[in-house]
Every structure is written in C-alpha cells, then in structure tokens.
C-alpha cells in the first residue's frame, strides 16, 4: 500500500471525478527523446516544521471543512530514469507558496496572512509505472519570484534531484532569475509545463503533468 496516499475516508476526489487512469495515460516520449530534468536550487523556504499531514492533498489539511484557497489543480507527472524507465519507490515532495504567497516557513514574508487551511508541502511514493499525483493549487507570484512548485526526489534515503516546476507562457517567467538561470530553451521547456482546464470539471479546476527524468540507470 502506499503510505502517501489519502485514506479513503478523507480523500476521494479521485474516484469523484472519475479521471484518475487517464492522467497517466499518455505514452511518454521514447528514449532517446529525453532530457535530464535539470536541477535547481532548494531555495530558503523548505519547510522547517513538516505539517502533521503530508499526504498528496495539499487542499484540505486532516479533517478541516474548510478547504484552502487558491484555484486547484491536479498535478501528475512520472519519476523515469536515464532510458526513459519508470522508477518505483521514489518519493516525491513537493512545497509551494499558498494564495497569499506565503511559504509554510518560519521565515517566509508575510507570515501574519499565511492560509491555516493549505498544507504547503506533500509527499507521493510512486507505484510500478513511475507515477505520482497531488492536489494542490496553482502557484501565485511573489515578489522576486515568478509562480512556481518544488520538487524533490528521494529514493532509498537518497536525494536524487531537486527542481522547480513553471507555468508555461506567464509572463513572469521571463523576469525570474532563477529560470532565467537555465541554460537555454531546453531546459527551461523542461520545467515549465502547461496548466489547463480539466476536462468536465465543474469548479475550475486545472491539471498540469510534469515528467522528470533522472540522470541514474537503471531505475533498479
């Protein structure tokens, strides 16, 4: 079983909405189409007091009635290794500002106006085929920052990448040092991924799917 995905219980917005296989659907590219996602850095704001809830829920923390603000997304992706297999038994984390652009850090700007009701920070151990799934919200701009997610994954108690995930076309993008710091359209194409209206969503809700590909074979 994996240990990072809701209860049944609490969370059943995946079997609500009845789109769960398709997200993973897709065939990915061939092998040797992929690029190593490039690494980026951690940044100041990983959180240093993780949440009682970590789960791959971001919107609604334990038992709260009240959901987080910010519009949801469905962010999905697979962990593949350097020829493009899938890597099972990664964990994924993820951590991102909340509607307010204000991180789940002590030290984040804007502490005061923090949303009690996000997680800001989740975790995803995938399964056979590389795959991962968290529901969160879509990134905002801070100042300094254009709207982004992180990432990180483990595997065996090691640290296997650290990156960012974009907004493709915000005009923000543009501005950012930190995209700005990739060298060149390739690699910024690999972070920056299209977040889209859900297809028979009735709240708005989007999806994003963003692949990473790590630099280590075989995926083991």
Known sequence: MNLYLPSPARRRFLTQLGFAASLFAVPGAFAEQLMRTPA?????????????????????LNNDITPAAGLVTYLSGRVLDSRGDPIRDALVEIWQADANGVYLHSGSDGGAKRDKHFQGFGRFLTGSSGEYLFRTIRPVPYPGRT?????????AGRDLLTTQCYIQGHPENVKDGVWKGLKGPKEQAAVTVPFTPLAGAKAGELR???DMVLGITPAG
Do not use: S, W
């Open 147 to 155: 709207p982004h997610i992180h990432f990180k994954v483990k595997r």
């Open 40 to 60: 980026q850095t951690e940044g100041p704001f990983y959180p240093d007091h993780l949440p009682l809830d970590t789960d791959n829920d971001l919107i609604v």
């Open 208 to 210: 994003a799917k963003f």
